[in-house]
Structures are given as C-alpha cells and as structure tokens.
DNA sequence: CGGTCTCTTGACGGAGTTCAAAGCTAGTGG
DNA sequence: CCACTAGCTTTGAACTCCGTCAAGAGACCG
C-alpha cells in the first residue's frame, strides 16, 4: 500500500480507505539532492508531500544568509501553505537535502480532494493541529534558550538529523552561525572524552 | 448572531449555518484582568474562544521568567492543544491580559462537534492552516533579525497589541528583556524627534 | 496616602557574531 | 580512478549586542 494512504489511515486510526481514488489526485516527482522544488517569489502552485528522502524550507534574510525554518522527512507535507492556498509568490525556498521522492497535487486538486472526501478533512485538520503545535514548541526552544542547550536538546531528540543535513544548514536551522555550532561541536566532544 | 457563527460562516464562507446546534456544546464563561484561564502541570480539559478581550500562552522558562508564546484577541482560539487532545496536562499557561468572555468546550464535546458537522471540521482544518502560517511566520521574524528591527516590524503591523499589552510581557513575546525594550523605546523616540 | 508592581537608567560582562584564513570533503571531468 | 576545485568546516581574534544586576522613578489599587 502507498505510503500516503498508510499515513491517512494512521493519523486518523481509520483502516480500509481506499487508495486508488485519493492517489489519482497526485503525480509523483523525483528529486535529485540539492534540486529545487519552490522557489521564493514564485507562484506556489504545488504541495509536497515526501515518500522518500528529504526537503527543507528556507528563507533568505535581510543580507543574504539562508535561514533555514523546516525540514521534512517522510511523511512529512511541505509547502509555503499561504502562498498555496493563495495561488501566490511563495516567501519561501523547498530543496531537497537528498534525492526525494515526492507526491505533488496542486490547489484545485487539494480543494476538489478535500470536499470529496470528509476523511481528507479530517486527516488535515489532525496534521495541522500537529505542525501548529510542533511550530509553538520551536518558538519555545529558540526564546531565550541558551544556544548550547538548545543544541543538545535537539541532538538528543532528532539524532537522525544531526547525521543526514549538513551543519551549514543545521545552524541555520538552530539560529546560530556555522562558526558557532563548530565551536560548540569541539566543546561537546571535549566534554565526552573527559566524563 | 453570535460572533462564533460569525467567524465560522466567514472563515468557511458558507452563510445560513444553524448556530443554536454549535453553540450547545459550549458554555460561557467571563474571566477579570490576570485571571489564569489554564495552569501549567495541570491537566487540560478546556479549549477556549475569545469573544471579547485578550489572553496570552507563556510558560516559565529554566531561570523562572515568564516566556509569552502568543495572544488571543476576539476570534481567535487558545489552549495547550497537545495537552487537551490527550486530556495531559499542560505545558502552558493561560491569562487574561483585560477582561474577558470566552467561549468554553471540553475535549469530548469538541470531538463530538467535530463528528457530526463537517462544517466544523472544515473550519478547524482552515483555523489550524492559519495558525501554523501565522507561527512559522513568527519564527521568521524572531530568527537572527536584529531586535530592534523585530521591534520596529511588530510595532508596525500590529500596533493595537502595542497599546493593549504591558510592555513587560511584550517584551517577553519579542524574546528579550524588560530592560532593553526600554532602551530601544528610548532610541525610538529620539530617532523621530530628531528626523 | 502607603505598598506593590511596572518601567527606566546606567555600568558591566559575556555569549555569540563577524571577518579572515587555513584545512578538508565531496563532486566533477578528464 | 585520480586530480582539481568549489564549497564546506574549523580556528582564532576582535568586537558588539544584549542580558544581568542594582537602584530609582512612576503608576496603579486598595
């Protein structure tokens, strides 16, 4: 069974959805690493969600230093969801971290999905609730957390990150400089050895 | 009309939607200035909508300050949604900054709206959209922009907030002190008498 | 009024940035 | 399969934003 319908029915613990109907709505895309899905200050015209590999989702600040605000794994959604809904410029940048395989819908198709089928609703409406409360917890990760434990903290909680994304782009992610996230690498290991 | 009706025939665009059915599952309840509506560690078995007024989510940081994660104006929904999804307790804390009427319904109530009218699940599915749009937005702005530029940024797009809210707490929301808020207002003010 | 809370001011220190330059890796083409 | 290069990562030094502390001035409420 696909991966997305597998999802759908985890998420809203309801078994035997048909898959064939809901999947038509979609195109499957491949991406190799470093690739492109989004570009700021273009239209957003799709949505992703990743079967296989990674994404990531980034702005560029106020001089030019790419600020990364999410990744996606698999079975994660991804998009600039206002610009989407909106038919807009994205504010945003997707690229993929590794070579991805996404499914892409577009708005129509999204709207169209999810007046047909209330389970649709119902499975957004859960993954929304979700990525709220995950953004919330960030903002509560970043305020005023000194950056060393915010470090650990992560390290602790997404090891898997720490091994596929490149530390130039963890530190963005983090909030701090490459420099910094070196420093605080060598202390750690300093640390370990000592302990 | 009851402002909840309003905000869900607006939200969804879908007018003529019978509110007396909806409303039954709520109760009213009306809260004096720094009234806590919801207590960290305690358990979380309440979902609020303002009707009038203004609250705050913060919790209590590492060193004992208090740390605002966001405001409630009218029409907008608040509550520990992880903790009141899994009837946990709270990670937060919920005041109210004036007085304020909010509505209030419990977590099985909430389920039971959401099973039977698929007009609530769409308004939900599209309330959680925005809101997690509305947070990742936050992360934006907090992440490595000077503060005095978050300042200057804030206080142009929301400045009603400025007036109703304390400076202190305000502080807390835009991540730093009491203190150098008070510095920045200060630059502020010379910068315009000067220009 | 008095007492408690909030806001302001200023001195000081340190966490974290910036800049520059030197290793390192991984991807590319021959 | 190796050599070369561009981009990552590390190091170190100088600097600065902003937090901490302490103490005074206002503001609000009973």
């Known amino acids: 069974m696909h991966p997305l319908i597998q999802h759908i029915q985890k998420v809203t613990s309801t078994p035997g959805i048909e898959g064939d109907m809901i999947l038509s709505f979609f195109e499957t895309k491949v991406f190799k690493k470093k690739d492109i899905l989004l570009e ?7 949505y992703f969600f990743v079967v296989k590999g990674c994404l990531r989702l980034y702005f560029t600040d106020y001089n030019g230093v790419e600020q990364t ?5 698999e079975n994660w959604w991804m998009t600039d969801i206002n ?4 038919g807009q410029k994205s504010g945003y940048t997707i690229q993929a971290l590794e070579a991805t395989e996404v499914l892409t819908i577009t708005a ?7 007046a047909k089928f209330p389970i649709i609703e119902n499975y957004f409406r859960l993954v929304y609730e979700r990525a709220y409360a995950a953004s919330l917890l960030r903002v509560r990760m970043i305020s005023r957390m000194p950056k060393d434990e915010f470090y650990d903290l992560f390290q602790s909680k997404y090891p898997e990150f720490i091994q596929r994304i490149p530390q130039k782009v963890l530190a963005s992610f ?18 370990k050895t000592n302990s």
């Open 108 to 114: 129509p198709n999204y709207e169209l999905m999810l």
């Open 40 to 46: 700021e200050n273009k239209r957003c015209l799709l």
């Open 83 to 86: 610009a989407f809904r909106a």
């Open 174 to 191: 983090l909030g701090f400089t490459p420099e910094y996230l070196s420093e605080l690498r060598k202390k750690k290991v300093k640390k």
């Open 69 to 73: 605000l999410q990744f996606a794994l």
